[in-house]
């Protein structure tokens, strides 16, 4: 078990400024920042991953096809309770039953539905994987590749190149991610009011989930291009608006 | 526009015990007799729907291949407020604002989640699609066949049988939607309480639609048929149990 009086994330280094890319370490680095807890990030490998998850005794998150355990990051060690937690989603409610606190970013009448939304989301980011998964390939460390290659196309179900899709297949990607947060937008706008957050006026861990993989678009694709300039006028700007309320949180701490 | 001194729900009538089987309408019903508000059904054959609901002022819910408006049940008129409403959801958030001293479906908290939780559950219910359309078929009257046929299979994107499938494609689409139930039995129990209902101790309209849907597998295979067996044993009896906090509301005023 690492000595430290913060809490550790466990994330996988890559070249994009800041190191961090994946949209689900994210999730729970912006869950600490929001919630302003003191952590500090050790970068593993993706093939030390399983290693360094049973040396500290996390749980495995999954069951490979083969039936052995499955580790992942994000993982935590908190040494303040001497616990250690797997999955964005168990973290997050690990954090808000540990640091009552602290901002909460499952409020436990939306427990179920947070559940429910993580479904509906992610059903509607499928052209996503396509449009990143080269990317992040590309910017992940050598030593990482062959791993991530071989468990992203387990479940994607094919193969992905090298570079994202172009032309005709690359228009159609995109278009079908638009409209997967134009009905986003729908949903935040379904009893009238025009929310920004699924938590209202404040941030919760579905709009964490929302901005992390909004954050992970203008990571691969660059702050500066032209598919960024084209998301923050996505549903009448509300997205660009969306993000700048994550700013601040958008800090690794190493 | 009828006159009626109490809500006039819209649904197609059908050979089942109570001549009303769409889920969909069972929505409207449920949300009404949940918050005890008197209301009436009209029965329209399928052909008429387009037609009654042009004539009472209804908005059309979706716009036809052809680019024509397509109108639907359930539809409600309310007398009190001379408002004509359409589309299940929908009507539920015009229940909760012009019935504020009635039960809440859909806290507004969770007005958002509720939208994501219909995108995550109708997707796992695609295997009873499959199940049922044939069933239902068969019950509703042969003028409403020809509609419902051309409809159904344009959602489907695939032609249905007169019968549901046997065999090992039976088998398949059973446990996939099993699968599906022990899904949403998991999101209950996502913070550790073994939530009966989305909205924890008190129905709202999540529930409302998980119950829709588990009625029409009931209502089309029959509750002592061994396929509604197999339901009340799914997750420790946990549908069962769910379920038989409905029976009060599932009642049909004509």
């Not at 970013?105 to 509607?124: K, M, Q, R």
């Not at 390939?137 to 479940?155: C, D, L, Q, T, V």
């Not at 694709?221 to 969306?242: P, T």
């Amino acid at each position: 078990m690492p000595s430290s009086q913060v809490i550790i994330l466990y994330d996988f280094p890559s070249t994009v400024p800041g190191k961090a890319c994946s949209p689900n370490t994210w999730k729970t680095r912006l869950c600490l920042n929001y919630k302003g807890l003191p952590h500090k990030t050790i970068w593993v490998e993706y093939p030390d991953i399983g290693k360094v998850c049973k040396e500290i005794g996390a749980e495995p998150t999954a069951t490979c096809p083969d039936g052995s355990p499955f580790y992942s990051v994000p993982t935590i060690y908190d040494p303040s309770t001497k616990s250690v937690v797997s999955e964005s989603a168990r973290i997050a409610r690990y954090l808000d039953k540990t640091y009552p606190d602290t901002p909460v970013l499952i409020p436990p009448e939306t427990d179920a539905f947070h559940a429910a939304f993580n479904e509906g989301f992610e059903s509607l980011l499928l052209p996503m994987l396509h449009l990143v998964l080269p990317l992040t390939f590309g910017a992940i460390h050598p030593e990482s590749r062959a791993y991530f290659r071989k468990s992203r196309e387990s479940w994607l179900g094919e193969k992905f190149g090298e570079t994202p899709p172009v032309g005709q297949a690359r228009e159609e990607l995109w278009k079908k991610l638009a409209e997967g947060y134009t009905k986003v937008a729908m949903w935040l706008q379904m009893d009238g009011r025009d929310k920004l957050f699924f938590g209202g006026d404040n941030i919760c861990y579905a709009d964490i989930t929302v901005a992390c993989f909004l954050g992970c678009l203008r990571r691969m694709y660059g702050a500066d291009s032209a598919e960024w300039a084209d998301v923050k006028e996505w549903d009448g700007g509300r997205w660009a608006r969306f993000m700048e309320r994550f700013d601040k949180y958008e800090v690794v701490h190493e």
